[in-house]
């Protein structure tokens, strides 16, 4: 289970025992295997008592009962980390069995992370805000790094295969759209650059220069980025209706749907804006956040 440590750039993946842990851990050892990046599997095994820090040795105290839990985790870490062996080889993979409750573990762990890679059963937006077993939003607001969710198994029926971005105007669908065009130059991913708005119900003569303001705001947003990664073919898309309904529309078929974590939408103090809040409930591709810097 153990052997070259990960240094701080690496890929982290969360493994739930209670979840579909093949399809998080499929997807981040795919994705460390093209970017060359080692792979860190994190398991949290929850301590009796949430004062118990992050990282903790369990052993202190241990009934038989968490002691057989513990043993059926290491198990489990150890059986994933073959799994990655064999779907690649050459990927340094280790895992790691944590003391904490799995937000914490994660969101400490993802400190030192290029990525962090999770599941999601996609649960009603109240069963997963308040079911307590829930760390994709506490986790995806926190990280300082692209925070990946995989709810479903790829089911690309579309040719070439395609990455949707959504963008705003805000610095962070800037930071969004480069992991964007890097992600789909890595995938030979066509890139879908979207902007979804909702005009006002009465727009008259302004409405033909609002569309082109918003086609020149995907225009300059991506020419420095195109010049770039000269291989990667855009289109550009302006959409009306509302963002998380329009995105998650476009991404139906996608690789993945990449926004910034913070966009225009939201109140002031959310650390992740509405948009990313819908998209982890309504999009059956993974979701990749980005946050800003």
């Not at 070259?4 to 982290?12: A, D, E, F, L, S």
């Not at 709810?151 to 992991?179: C, K, M, N, R």
């Not at 529309?249 to 993945?256: D, F, G, I, W, Y």
């Amino acid at each position: 289970m153990n052997g070259h440590q990960p240094g701080r750039h690496g890929i982290v993946v969360g493994i739930d025992p209670d979840r579909e842990w093949h399809l998080p851990l499929a997807w981040a050892a795919d994705e460390a295997h093209r970017r060359r990046l080692p792979l860190r599997l994190v398991l949290a095994v929850p301590p009796r008592h949430e004062t118990h820090h992050v990282g903790d040795a369990p052993g202190q105290n241990d009934t038989p009962d968490r002691i057989a839990l513990r043993r059926a985790a290491a198990d489990l870490l150890e059986a994933a980390c073959d799994w990655v062996r064999a779907r690649h080889p050459e990927v340094s993979v280790t895992g790691e069995l944590l003391g904490g409750s799995p937000a914490r573990v994660l969101g400490g762990a993802a400190r030192d992370a290029r990525m962090i890679v999770l599941g999601s059963r996609h649960l009603s937006r109240t069963a997963e805000f308040f079911s307590a077993g829930s760390l994709v939003v506490p986790v995806t607001a926190q990280a300082r790094c692209p925070v990946v969710v995989v709810g479903d198994a790829e089911h690309i029926s579309q040719q070439p295969p395609y990455v949707v971005v959504g963008i705003d105007g805000s610095p962070s669908a800037t930071d969004a759209l480069a992991f964007a065009f890097d992600e789909a130059d890595l995938r030979g991913a066509t890139l879908r650059v979207v902007h979804a708005w909702q005009p006002p119900l009465i727009m008259l003569d302004a409405e033909e220069e609002a569309l082109r303001a918003r086609h020149t705001l995907l225009s300059e947003a991506t020419a420095g980025l195109s010049e770039k990664y000269p291989d990667v073919h855009v289109t550009h898309e302006v959409l009306t209706g509302h963002p998380v309904e329009e995105l998650a529309r476009a991404a139906e078929h996608a690789l993945a749907v990449v926004v910034g974590r913070r966009g225009r939408g939201g109140y002031t103090g959310m650390r992740i804006g509405s948009v990313v809040h819908g998209l982890l409930h309504r999009a059956h591709c993974p979701v990749i956040t980005v946050p800003t810097g």
